[in-house]
């Protein structure tokens, strides 16, 4: 397959940006207000396979080069877009699904991808993107993994639904803008549950679920503070468990 895609320019318009002192952080000009628009080639090569009745292996190569790439990064005063010229990103991904008995499936997969910024762009003095590093924020390795069973109750005609799923990521940068050991993000786990009841026919459900059940602490952004030389960080999600109802009608 090939596709092509496009995102339209735009303009740094945070105005917050135009009176920063002192004089030596990133400060953009009224030329950095406009930035190109961003083109998208990818092409894929993907095999969907049945090993049999209940198990699919599916495989899928892919290679994108994204044009004037929009990378939006905080300078610690105020969010700027500039334009990458070049950005590639390929890889390989491969997934499974089977299921092994009555209620039970099971899902997972593993994603390659080196995503890599083809250009040096700088941002401002000392502040650069730097050709030939990796995107923030991806991983080079992801892995998925989910199991899910449902299963009839023994009273009022119910379904119980049981659900767990787990994600793994590799080493990756959080900051695009000076990046260091401090804003890369080390390799880490994130596990999800979900169990409820329903209807065979579904019109309602109750689910209690928990999200990062194992409180996996990791960061997702970052930013070198201006002057003060150290780096401030976005954390994600910590443990979050609550309850959700659904109605169908």
């Known amino acids: 397959g090939y596709s092509r895609g496009y995102k339209s320019g735009g303009y740094n318009l945070d105005r917050s940006g135009f009176n920063i002192t002192p004089a030596s952080t990133v400060q953009p000009t009224t030329a950095d207000l406009h930035f190109n628009p961003e083109y998208t080639d990818a092409y894929e090569f993907g095999i969907k396979s049945t090993i049999n009745r209940s198990t699919q292996l599916n495989l899928n190569v892919f290679y994108e080069e994204v044009t004037d790439f929009q990378s939006n990064n905080f300078s610690g005063f105020n969010f700027v877009t500039r ?34 910024y083809g250009s040096t762009v700088s941002f401002g003095p000392g502040v650069s ?17 989910s199991a899910t069973y449902r299963t ?42 979900r169990i409820g009841i329903s209807p065979p026919n579904e019109r309602w459900s109750l ?43």
Do not use: C
Request: charged share 15%.
């Open 83 to 116: 334009n990458i010229p070049t950005t590639i990103s390929k890889g390989v991904e491969v997934s499974l699904l089977t299921r092994p008995l009555d209620g039970l499936t099971l899902q997972g997969g593993l994603l390659y991808n080196n995503a890599k």
């Open 129 to 145: 993107i730097l050709s030939g590093t990796t995107l923030s924020g991806d991983s080079i390795w992801t892995a998925t993994a």
């Open 152 to 193: 009839e109750l023994p009273f009022q005609h119910l379904t119980a639904l049981y659900y767990l799923d787990g994600r793994f990521n590799s080493p990756y940068q959080t900051s695009a803008l000076s990046p260091s050991g401090v804003s890369k993000q080390g390799q880490f786990t994130v596990i999800n549950g």
């Open 207 to 249: 689910e209690l679920f928990a999200r990062n059940l194992l409180d996996q602490y990791y960061i997702v952004g970052s930013f070198a503070v201006p002057e003060q030389n150290n780096y401030a960080v976005y954390p994600g999600e910590p443990r979050t468990v609550g309850a959700t109802m659904r109605v169908k009608y």
